[in-house]
T-cell receptor, first 113, second 114 residues
Framework: EDQVTQSPEALRLQEGESSSLNCSYT??????LFWYRQDPGKGPEFLFT???AGEEKEKERLKATLTKKESFLHITAPKPEDSATYLC??????????????FGKGTKLSVKP | EPEVTQTPSHQVTQMGQEVILRCVPI?????FYWYRQILGQKVEFLVS????????KSEIFDDQFSVERPDGSNFTLKIRSTKLEDSAMYFC????????????FGSGTQLSVL
């Protein structure tokens, strides 16, 4: 069964304290791994797509990396405004429909000033 | 920046009643989706819609659910006879490239079935 598992479930950081979030997946024949940010009461907001092992993408204080089994979202010197739930998602192995994504439960990040 | 708009933001209904959730996708997008998120659980795919027909649906999307694009701008999700377990946040999303491209999500409709 295709699965996406994120850890930790929750992470509390002090402002400026760098850390990483993990996303492991069991889908074979990966057709892309997506990171989204979700603020309370809002829909997910796209951050990155990674397609192949070794690929890295950066946006401000965030950097996403991908291996054959997992992805990491590295947060460097976070600020309170980085507080959100970070979601990882992959398309299932079977099912050709565009936009059918399997989401993880997310990591809730809290950054204290 | 263009955005996906959903109405209403909150909907309360009685079990067994029909509800229609409305969405206005981004205007030049061609692919439309509904997802739902039960409180404390994962965001789950319901259905995708392209070229005026359903392109894929999940096991959740049974005969009680239907989608429609009644005009050039709106995209709706109808639940014919709501159940308690339909209570969730429902998100509409759209994209312009289809497979492996980013989805733009609306802010959601919180559906509460009593």
């Amino acid at each position: 069964e295709d699965q996406v598992t994120q850890s930790p479930e929750a992470l509390r950081l002090q402002e400026g304290e760098s850390s990483s979030l993990n996303c492991s997946y069991t889908v074979s024949g990966l057709r892309g791994l997506f990171w989204y940010r979700q603020d309370p009461g809002k829909g997910p907001e796209f951050l990155f797509t990674l397609y192949s092992a070794g690929e890295e993408k950066e946006k401000e204080r965030l950097k996403a990396t991908l291996t054959k089994k997992e992805s990491f979202l590295h947060i460097t010197a976070p600020k309170p405004e980085d507080s959100a739930t970070y979601l990882c998602a992959v398309p299932p192995r079977y099912g050709g429909s565009q936009g059918n994504l399997i989401f993880g439960k997310g990591t809730k990040l809290s950054v204290k000033p | 920046e263009p955005e996906v708009t959903q109405t209403p933001s909150h909907q309360v209904t009685q079990m067994g009643q029909e509800v229609i959730l409305r969405c206005v996708p981004i205007s030049n997008h061609l692919y439309f989706y509904w997802y739902r998120q039960i409180l404390g659980q994962k965001v789950e795919f319901l259905v995708s819609f392209y070229n005026n027909e359903i392109s894929e649906k999940s096991e959740i999307f049974d005969d009680q659910f239907s989608v429609e694009r009644p005009d050039g701008s709106n995209f709706t999700l109808k639940i014919r006879s709501t159940k308690l377990e339909d209570s969730a946040m429902y998100f509409c999303a759209s994209s312009d490239m289809g497979a492996n491209e980013k989805l733009f999500f609306g802010s959601g409709t919180q559906l509460s079935v009593l």
